[in-house]
């Protein structure tokens, strides 16, 4: 399944795109790719904030999809919207393992055996609000994250600094 990147002329709403991938890391990568791709397309550019981000909380959902959600001959499923007003974006991923639901895992410093629920950290730090509701086009799940568009939306983002740059942190 397969959406348009951009609306049709003249069309009103949200803008939408989305498509069925295959579970394995390679379809992980392609859902990564074409998630920048169409919001490149949207008006945010590769190497802007916003792209970057909803780009990496791509790559962890699916990564996710694939590695704890894959069920043998089933997609996982990416559908990224943008609110209207083009205030937020939403990044959806749903795979069809309804039993397996996601948790963050606090950091323990320490390299562990169990590495589960560590990369939603990244999700939690970087996005404005996530979480998980049932599949609604069948059984499983989906694990949905939102961002603002607008620069400094987001207090909680985390911000790079240059190499050999001290990081520098509010307050």
């Known amino acids: 399944m397969h959406t348009p990147l951009s609306p049709p002329p003249g ?11 295959t579970s394995t890391p390679r379809g992980a990568r392609l859902a990564r790719l ?14 802007s904030e916003v792209n970057e981000t909803l780009t990496l909380i791509t790559a962890e959902l699916s990564a996710n999809a694939v590695q704890h959600g894959r069920v043998p001959g089933r997609d996982f ?12 974006l939403r990044v959806e991923v749903s795979d069809t393992r309804a039993e397996r639901r996601p948790a963050v895992a606090a950091p323990t410093g320490l390299e562990s055996e169990c590495e ?7 999700v939690a730090a970087l996005a404005d609000d996530w979480g998980v509701t049932e599949r609604s086009c069948g059984p ?13 939306s ?18």
Do not use: N, Q
């Not at 069309?11 to 991938?21: D, H, K, Q, R, Y």
């Not at 589960?116 to 990244?122: A, K, Y």
């Not at 499983?140 to 400094?152: E, L, R, S």
């Open 11 to 21: 069309s009103t709403g949200t803008t939408e795109f989305a498509m069925s991938f």
């Open 34 to 47: 074409f998630v920048a791709h169409c919001l490149d397309a949207w008006g945010h550019p590769y190497d």
């Open 77 to 88: 499923h990416v559908r990224l919207a943008a609110e209207a007003d083009g205030g937020r």
């Open 116 to 122: 589960s629920g560590r990369g939603l950290l990244l």
């Open 140 to 152: 499983g799940k989906t694990v949905w994250a939102t961002v603002g568009t607008t620069t400094g």
């Open 154 to 171: 987001r207090p909680g983002s985390l911000r790079w600094a240059p190499a050999g740059t001290p990081a520098t942190g509010p307050g």
